[in-house]
């Protein structure tokens, strides 16, 4: 078993804060490929398409019969772990500051033989199942953990180098007046959370569930609202310096298209929450969580937004929230960028339609909070960059993949 | 030269006025809350087009973005903070001549203001409604309300800012004092008024939807050409009678209604 990572102490005044640092970032196009799969969670490796082999580190060519035909698809992940070593030394800015950092040889059962991060609970010779996370740097790499799960496994901190948890961490949720903040916040505390600071826009107007976050003294409830610049960077001098983790809940989100609509104020207002209030959130707590990214135990981890799937293709019974969702995503994806130099994760939760009251009349399936917050917790555990939560959301993300034009055509009907 | 039976003629009676403001004599008194973001607007039900609060996003403060000076953009709704409701703004007013604030006549906007206060009557029930007979009973003690004037409705409720009290938001909706359809009629049609004032975010009361007509004061007083101010502060330092007050909205094209500065002038 792992030891289990202990609450971190109150920060040293006097020691300054650890830069943080990225592990070797340039990678080959071809390499990207397993980045993006990484990105959403999955173990894939390019295979053959004219002889089947799957091939290790990614080319252009089969190292096998020399086809180009090399396409990135998931495989078994499953492998032996045959020798390790602890790195002890290392001129790399980041693993220096990391050592002693555990390294092996896996033979996968689908073929190649990789180096690989090794779970400080594997013994050699012994069967892993491999991962393929993310590291700090955005990139992919192999990391080989026990086959069972072991006690306190997420706590090994190679681990969690390569994940976002939650765990001991504080974690700002920016919208605590609907179904999914709450349900986020309940997750949150649940997964170990040491403090979950809860924004509520308006504090003066009553809402239901207020008093259940009254009821746990590791909840604060802190006045925000994201279409205020002046809120939103009030609420950063207050906790920005302690926000570990950042999950955006907020979404104003009302039915209609464009010309269902006969004036811009209410995608205005979607625009505000949606949008606006993403970048307002985004610089004001921004550049705080991308100075702390390496600040210890509880340093910042990731940025998180839960926005809808049609961000990637227009629904059109809700075709102006779907356009300040495709909106929110390019946002995201900037500040994926932007906050890379922190090593903070920028995470996006793609949702179907909610069970709420603004989706009376949409027809099932639709989301329960509840499913949308345990997605949450499982892309801070994971580090998974897209995380698609239900059977919509996967739904348009295989259709958008084949053929974005003919989706664009099947969500105006 | 036209003068008053006292002999004083115009040019006397304007330096009168601006020597009364240079001794202290007469008194200013502002009577606009601050106009910040965090400022209550009225709740609407969500299906409807929402009232946007007021926000302010920075362009400029000595800086990269503007090295000399700092300004800010703001945009708010006509009725957000301190505001102005013209005629224009209500269903019943749609017809009413000049009935946008861009044609209100200037005249209208320099006025006798006489208070009326209801502070006990709202501290002690927050959905106190003002009738015909609270101001008849209030003309006993304080004389008849003069024509023209503006009539201020005193409930202390601007003591509230900063409290879920001052909208008074409950599942029934919200909660604050207001006029009654008798009181407002008989304020127009045998006191006839300029305008009518509140403490609270409306000129009606937070129930004022379940009053007849629905929203009384905004139906009958727009109808009429009449106008409203809401959100004002300290009336608590008005003489029931004699103040002057100086409300001018600002001069938006076909506008509804708008934030301003209302100022009192005190004897």
Not at chain 1, 139 to 151: R, S
Not at chain 1, 221 to 231: A, K, P, Q, R
Not at chain 2, 75 to 104: C, K, L, Q, Y
Request: aromatic letters at 6%.
């Amino acid at each position: 078993m792992t030891t289990p990572l202990q609450p971190p102490p109150k920060k040293d005044p006097q020691i300054p804060t650890r830069p943080p640092q990225l592990p070797p970032i340039p990678r080959s196009r071809a390499a990207l490929a397993m980045s993006a799969a990484a990105a959403k969670g999955q173990f894939a490796l390019q295979t053959c398409r004219d002889c089947g082999a799957v091939c290790y580190p990614p080319r252009d060519g089969c190292p096998k019969c020399l086809s180009t035909r090399l396409r990135f698809q998931p495989v078994a992940a499953g492998g032996e772990l045959i020798a390790e070593t602890t790195v002890q030394a290392s001129t790399d800015l980041y693993f220096r500051e990391r050592l002693p950092w555990r390294v092996g040889t896996v033979t996968l059962d689908c073929g190649p033989s990789v180096m690989a991060h090794v779970h400080a609970d594997l013994t050699t010779p012994s069967r892993v199942t491999m991962a393929m996370k993310l590291d700090k740097g955005g990139n992919a790499v192999l990391f080989a953990l026990p086959e069972k799960v072991t006690d306190h496994m997420e706590d090994d901190p190679q681990y969690r180098e390569l994940n976002a948890s939650p765990k001991h961490r504080r974690v700002l949720v920016t919208d605590g007046r609907s179904g999914v903040g709450q349900a986020v916040v309940q997750a949150l505390l649940d997964a170990g959370a040491a403090t979950v600071f809860v924004g509520i826009a308006d504090p003066w107007k009553p809402f239901a569930g207020a008093a259940d976050l009254g009821g746990d003294p590791r909840i604060e409830v802190m006045t925000l609202d994201v279409t205020d610049t002046t809120s939103v960077k009030e609420l950063a001098g207050e906790i920005g310096g302690k926000t570990d983790i950042l999950v955006n809940t907020a979404d104003h989100v009302r039915p209609g298209g464009i010309l269902s609509r006969s004036d811009i104020v209410t995608s205005r207002d979607e625009f505000e929450v949606n949008v606006f209030g993403l970048q307002r959130l985004a610089q004001a707590f921004g550049p705080l969580m991308r100075a702390r990214g390496a600040d210890g135990a509880n340093s910042a981890v990731a940025f998180v937004d839960i926005l809808p799937i049609h961000a990637l293709s227009n629904w059109h019974a809700f075709g102006a929230h779907s356009a300040s969702a495709a909106a929110r995503h390019s946002v995201l994806q900037c500040l994926r960028g932007e906050m890379r130099a922190g090593g903070v994760r920028v995470l996006s939760v793609f949702t179907g339609p909610v069970d709420d009251d603004w989706r009376q009349t949409v027809e099932p399936p639709k989301l329960a909070p509840t499913a949308i917050a345990k997605a949450v917790v499982a892309a801070l555990q994971g580090g998974i960059e897209d995380y698609y939560v239900g059977d919509i959301a996967k739904d348009v993300l295989e259709k958008w993949l084949d053929n974005p034009k003919v989706l664009e055509r099947e969500q105006q009907a | 030269m036209s003068s008053d039976p006292a002999g004083i003629g115009n040019a006397d009676l304007l330096n009168l006025l601006a020597q009364g403001l240079g001794s202290g004599a007469i008194k200013v008194v502002d009577l606009t809350h601050t106009l910040s973001p965090d400022f209550p607007v009225i709740v609407l039900p969500p299906e409807f087009g929402q009232c946007q609060p007021f926000r302010m996003e920075e362009v400029s403060r000595y800086d990269h973005r503007g090295p000399g000076w700092y300004w800010n953009n703001i945009s708010m709704s006509e009725h957000a903070g301190t505001h102005f409701d013209a005629p224009a703004h209500w269903i019943s007013g749609r017809n009413v001549p000049n009935g946008t604030v861009d044609n209100v006549a200037p005249e209208a906007l320099i006025g006798p203001a006489v208070v009326l206060d209801f502070s006990k009557e709202s501290q002690a029930d927050a959905d106190f409604v003002m009738t015909r007979a609270h101001i008849e009973a209030w003309e006993t003690r304080h004389g008849p309300i003069p024509p023209r004037a503006w009539v201020l409705m005193r409930t202390d409720w601007s003591k509230l800012v900063g409290t879920p009290a001052y909208v008074g938001m409950t599942a029934d909706g919200a909660h604050s004092p207001g006029p009654d359809a008798g009181a407002i009629e008989f304020l127009i049609q045998e006191r006839d008024i300029t305008g009518f004032g509140t403490e609270t975010v409306g000129t009606d009361s937070g129930q004022g939807s379940h009053l007849s007509p629905p929203y009384p004061a905004h139906y009958i007083l727009h109808g009429h050409g009449k106008f409203g101010l809401q959100c004002l502060a300290n009336l608590d330092q008005l003489p029931a009678t004699g103040a002057v007050i100086i409300a001018p909205p600002l001069k938006i094209r076909q506008g509804s209604g708008s934030p301003l500065r209302v100022l009192a002038l005190v004897p």
